[in-house]
Every structure is written in structure tokens, then in C-alpha cells.
């Protein structure tokens, strides 16, 4: 049906170098047909876009290649430049109007009432604290195995090795969550457990009976997995999942 | 659709972000104490201050009434006059 579909299509330069990806995608022709709205609006900056490519391959002198891109001046720098000023206005903005306040110097020879790690080692800071969990060997006369001290320790061994192994567990194509709902409830967990395990380090400074946090540890995040499995397995309905597969399946040039 | 999200969305964070800055001046009282929500940290407001207070809740209203209306009143709106074209026609 495409036009771009014949055996004659050039991509070294000589042609537009504009292969339509699949059957299902609208031909140049048929992107010109519509002539009101939206789709004329994509239509004339694509056409000029494409003009503009076209103008500056036959001005230049560099040697053709076979790019189905746009190029990176101006359509992506604009964009980056815009959300880069805004960022860095946000940081000035802030530092001028809410300077932080500077503290006193530690000193080193007191030893403060709580230690605790920085908020975002919480969470290993909390494994250390599984004590409970650490089973009693009737065979060793109801001694445990190991100190409640290596037990925390090999615990984040554990998670920590189980975060590095999910990227060979699971490599798959799915670009949203609806698409893959168990490895996204997988993941889900993961999130809602490193909030909990965090909460479980800091438990003097909860207000909730410590036992009761400790359960809550564990079962708030398959809780949530089980949610975020429902939710997204409702969300798949009417879902373009061909969308992604045919934007990383495009057809390599002849 | 998209474009009233942005609106409301706009709204809430030019005005998020001036209520916290004139909280964070004038009603935070020390780095490790109540944050933009603790008592008024100076005693007698110049002329400035009263300015700079009266924007505060200013900036604050703009937000939550910003929002409430792009997200909430103008997309109601909208849904009750295609309803009643609906019916008329």
C-alpha cells in the first residue's frame, strides 16, 4: 500500500531515506490527503521538516548516510535547553530565596542519643535489624546458627544480590508496566519494601507497636504487589501494545 | 484535555513554590522546628512584611483554587454543556 513500499526505494541519500516501518503506517501520500486539524498540523512539520533535510543534504558536502532520524539541531536542543533553563532557575530560585541553615560542627568526641545512617541507607540499616527472623537450630539445643549480627549482614548480601541478578532474570521489550504486569508487581514490592524495611531501622521513632511494624514490614509489600497485579492486569484492556513492538522493529534499510 | 491538566498543574507549582518561599521567611522558625506551617517569626510587620504576608496566602489561595478549577469546575463545566447539547439535539 505504501509508496515507500516499492523495490526501487532508495536509502543511501539519493531518495528522502523515509521507510514507512510496517504496512500500518500512513504513507506520504496519504499524510498529505489530510487537510484539517491536528493531523494537517503533524503533516506540515513533518513536510518541513523533511524539506529542511532535504535542503541542507543537498547543500552539504558531507557524504550521505542512512539516518531515519531527525537531527539532533534543532528539534532535540531546543527542548533540552528549555528544560535545562528550568532547572537550573529552579536552583538558583531556591538557593537565593531558602538558603539552608548552617548547624553547628560535629563534635567528635560526644556521642550523639541516635545514630542512624543517612536516610537513604535506611533500608540497609534495617536489614540489619531481622534479628528475629534468624531461625533457632533445635539440634544445636536451640542456639542460633549464626549471630543476629552476620544474620543482618548476609541479609543485605542478599538483596543486594538479588537487585544485581534482575536485569539477566528478566531483559523483556515492554517499555510501560500494563505491559508486563507480574515483573511490574515484582518491582512494586521491591519499591514498597525498601520503604518499609526503611521504616522498620528507624522503629523507636514510629509510632507503632514494634512487633506489629515488624509483620508490616513484610506484608505491605506483597499486599502491594498483588494490587499493583490487579490494577494492571484491569489496564491491559485496549492497551497498543503494537505501538512499542513497532517502533523497535523498524525495517533496517536494503 | 492535556492542555487544562497543564494549566492546573501550573497553577500548583507557581503557587506551591511562592507559598513556600514566603512560609519559609516568615513562619519558619528554626531549621529543626515546625517547616513553613510554625508561628510568625517576627514581632511587628513594616509595611513590606504585611506585603509579603498577604502574598503568601495569596499564593496559596492561587493554587488551590487554580487547580480546583482547571482540574474540577472548568472540565465539569465542559461536560454539562455537552450533555445538554446532547439532549437538545
Known amino acids: ?254 | 484535555m492535556a492542555d487544562e491538566f497543564m494549566k492546573g498543574f501550573a497553577c500548583l507549582m507557581v503557587g506551591g513554590l511562592g507559598w513556600m518561599t514566603i512560609k519559609g521567611w516568615y513562619n519558619t522558625p528554626s531549621f529543626e522546628g515546625a517547616q513553613l506551617t510554625g508561628e510568625l517569626t517576627i514581632e511587628e510587620p513594616t509595611t513590606f512584611d504585611q506585603i509579603a504576608l498577604f502574598m503568601g496566602d495569596a499564593f496559596f489561595w492561587f493554587a488551590v483554587l487554580g487547580a480546583l478549577t482547571f482540574w474540577v469546575v472548568l472540565p465539569l463545566i465542559s461536560e454539562f454543556q455537552a450533555y445538554l447539547n446532547e439532549r437538545s439535539a
Open chain 1, 1 to 254: 500500500m505504501s509508496d515507500n513500499d516499492t523495490d526501487d526505494v532508495r536509502t543511501d541519500g539519493s531518495g528522502t531515506g523515509i521507510v514507512s516501518p510496517d504496512d500500518e503506517t500512513p504513507a506520504w501520500s496519504e499524510r498529505k490527503e489530510r487537510t484539517q486539524g491536528l493531523s494537517r498540523l503533524t503533516y506540515e512539520y513533518f513536510e518541513r521538516a523533511r524539506r529542511e533535510d532535504q535542503d541542507l543534504r543537498q547543500e552539504s558536502d558531507y557524504i550521505e548516510r542512512d539516518v531515519l532520524a531527525f537531527p539532533a539541531w534543532p528539534h532535540e536542543m531546543m527542548r533540552n535547553i528549555a528544560l535545562t533553563s528550568f532547572f537550573v532557575g529552579m536552583i538558583l530560585f531556591v538557593s537565593a530565596t531558602l538558603p539552608p541553615e548552617m548547624p553547628n560542627p560535629a563534635n567528635s568526641s560526644v556521642t550523639p542519643a541516635i545514630i542512624l545512617p543517612d536516610w537513604y541507607l535506611y533500608w540497609s540499616f534495617g536489614l540489619l535489624k531481622l534479628g528475629p527472623l534468624n531461625p533457632d537450630l533445635s539440634i544445636l539445643g536451640g542456639s542460633k546458627l549464626m549471630a543476629d549480627r552476620t544474620y543482618g549482614v548476609l541479609a543485605n548480601v542478599v538483596v543486594v544480590g538479588f537487585v544485581a541478578i534482575v536485569p539477566f532474570l528478566n531483559k523483556g521489550s515492554a517499555r510501560r508496566p500494563v505491559e508486563q504486569p507480574f515483573w511490574a508487581a515484582v518491582g512494586m514490592s521491591g519499591v514498597i519494601f525498601s520503604l518499609t524495611i526503611a521504616a522498620l531501622s528507624i522503629k523507636n521513632l514510629v509510632p507503632m507497636d514494634s512487633h506489629l511494624l515488624f509483620d508490616l514490614t513484610f506484608l505491605v509489600p506483597i499486599v502491594s504487589a498483588t494490587i499493583t497485579y490487579a490494577v494492571l492486569k484491569t489496564m491491559r484492556e485496549g492497551y497498543m501494545f503494537d505501538l512499542n513492538r513497532r517502533y523497535y522493529r523498524l525495517r533496517p534499510p536494503k
